[in-house]
Nanobody, 115 residues
Framework: QVQLVESGGGLVQPGGSLRLSCAAS????????MSWYRQAPGKERELFAT????????NYADSVKARFTIARDNAENAVYLQMNNLQPEDTAVYSC????????WGQGTQVTVSS
């Protein structure tokens, strides 16, 4: 079965950086685009970064463009999110996602940006 396991969240000061990882299993990873979503308290879940299969083309929401970088390692069945210059408004639960026959989500990892 499809499994997605995120890691790397935590508490960071404004302006700081974090790197999130998502370990994937149960499907042919290299054939599928992968995405990162986040959900802040009281807000809807937001799609903010996607990376395509094979060529690894990327797309970002304006809210994170130039600060966040999504990458994948098809040999390791993993997708990563490098987050720089984090701000309090980036505080949220971050989840990776794949759409095969349906949407699959990991359990999420909490990112808190606070001084």
């Amino acid at each position: 079965q499809v499994q997605l396991v995120e890691s790397g969240g935590g508490l960071v000061q404004p302006g700081g950086s974090l790197r999130l990882s998502c370990a994937a299993s149960g499907f042919p990873f290299s054939r599928y685009a992968m995405s990162w979503y986040r959900q802040a308290p009281g807000k809807e879940r937001e799609l903010f970064a996607t990376i395509t299969s094979f060529a690894g083309s990327t797309n970002y929401a304006d809210s994170v463009k130039a600060r966040f970088t999504i990458a994948r390692d098809n040999a390791e069945n993993a997708v990563y999110l490098q987050m720089n210059n984090l701000q309090p408004e980036d505080t949220a639960v971050y989840s990776c996602n794949v759409v095969t026959i349906r949407d699959y989500w990991g359990q999420g990892t909490q990112v808190t940006v606070s001084s």
